[in-house]
């Protein structure tokens, strides 16, 4: 390898390591912290990841990637370089321009509040109490404004955030992609309104032990390639992935005894996540190529094993006789057809990790509208749950009766994830074109998938999508994989088709 470039990679696995030893701090605060120990753990997280932060965007650090990279314009010097190294460098550069836009002093309060917030949004969403938590969500909206000042926008502030979700996307993109869905999601939702189809969702909703659905959710994790040698899955507030390595990707998941399909599709989604996170090449860890390519890729591979997988006709003709076995009282007399229109069944609900696949964009589409306002200095934080609750009228048709449904329900704002929401909307558009492409490459795809194999699909994403690490952008991806640009088009064909057979439209 060449030297320069060797000395730049020592470096960057040093502050790898750093990050990753405060991902394992999040990870113990999210699932096993005493609730005393918010505090403290704040301090810790702040204090590593500004160390993190100081160590890439020292002079020494500065100086070895200056050998390499024009650091003002991003050239780099190939000289002995390949095609693959030339990536990871304009991959670092990228990445450090945006890191010596903001000061130590600023990345370590932004750590230690938004490590405070997450804990006190637990409470405040277990306790109904927006009040407890709206103080911190002001601090944090103040930063994210300052963050995006630091980074510089043409536009809007917006734009500055998105980028670090989304490399190279805009807000005007997002705009363009939501007027194009807005119409056909209501449109098809008002058709489904005036179906005569009953409503299976009930079935669902009985009694379901949570050990039995732990046990099934681990099997379904199991065959869908989740090395769990190398992962666990525990439970939390919010259901997450973190990871500090390949070789140790987690993942969390909430059990409700009362609703089969929150901690099954739970599982799943967060299962896809992870099996991309175990998929990348642990031979780069440290660099741009042992990292996902976005979020929205990367929730294109939850949401493709949710949605496209998880609530597919192929995938239950093989779980559901095992489905029955364990719980044959709730669904030993219950058709296939009946428990497949229950697991899709549409029905506007208040909570969006619960929403269906026709609804699930309009709970995005809200969150961007107010994300947007609020960084514009439109609304105020003080305004949210109202705000919130009349979109939530408007998009979704239904209206919270308490902040904990309402405007409370997501993390999101307590971790200062400003700008990551549109992601999951680009994961459900990409996820569509990315199983596409797998349909037409893998012979019998969905029958093999109805035999239970379903680490032939795994194996098709961890060679097209997850060992490419930041090789790619998400865009380069989806037009090398389909040979067509990002489009709502394919997911809104496919929701058509799948709900007009399911409604009888």
Known sequence: MNRKLEIVITELEVI?????????????????????????????????????????????FRQSLAILVDLDGGAIDRDGLDLRQVRLLENVWHDWRRATALPVEFVGELARLTSQAQHVWQEARAQNDYARFSPYLEKIIDMKRQEARFHGFEDEPYDALLEDYETGI?????????????????????????????????????????????????????????????????????PFTTDFHPSDVRITTRLNARDLSMGLFGTIHEGGHALYEQGLEAKYFGTPLCEAISLGIHESQSRLWENYVGRSMPFWRHYYPRLQARFPGQLGAVPLDDFYAAI???????????????????????????????LNGDVTVKDLPGLWDQA??????????????????????????????????????YGRQIYEAA???????????????????????????????????????????????????????????????????
């Open 392 to 429: 939530m009228a408007k998009y979704v048709g239904v209206t919270p009766s308490t902040v904990a449904e309402g405007v409370l329900q997501d993390i999101h704002w307590g971790m200062g994830a400003i700008g990551y929401f549109p992601t999951y909307m680009l994961g459900n558009l």
């Open 16 to 60: 790898t390591q750093l990050r990753k030893v405060a991902a394992v701090l999040a990870w113990d605060q999210e699932t096993y912290m005493p609730s005393g120990s918010a505090q403290a753990r704040s301090e810790q997280i702040s204090l590593v990841l500004s160390l993190a932060h100081a160590r890439f965007t020292s002079d020494t």
């Open 170 to 238: 805009t807000t005007k993109q997002i705009e363009q992609l939501f007027a194009v869905l807005r119409p056909a999601l209501i449109e098809l939702v008002g058709r489904i309104k005036s179906s005569k189809v009953p409503d299976r969702h009930a079935l669902l909703t009985q009694e379901f032990p949570e050990d039995l659905q732990w046990e099934f959710g681990m099997e379904v994790l199991s065959d869908m390639g989740y090395d769990l040698k190398k992962g666990r899955q525990d439970r939390s507030a919010h």
């Open 439 to 505: 349909l037409a490459q893998i012979d019998d795809l969905e029958e093999r998938i109805a035999q239970g194999d379903l680490l032939t699909l795994r194996e098709w994403l961890r060679d097209n999508v997850h060992r490419l690490g930041r090789l790619k952008r998400a865009g380069e991806l989806i037009q090398d994989l389909t040979g067509q640009p990002l489009s709502a088009g394919p997911f809104i064909k496919y929701l058509q088709a799948k709900y007009e057979r399911l409604y009888d439209l």
């Open 344 to 374: 899709n069944a549409v029905r506007p609900s208040l909570i969006r990790v619960e929403a269906d696949e026709v609804t699930y964009n309009l709970h995005i589409m809200l969150r961007f509208d107010l994300e947007r306002a609020l």
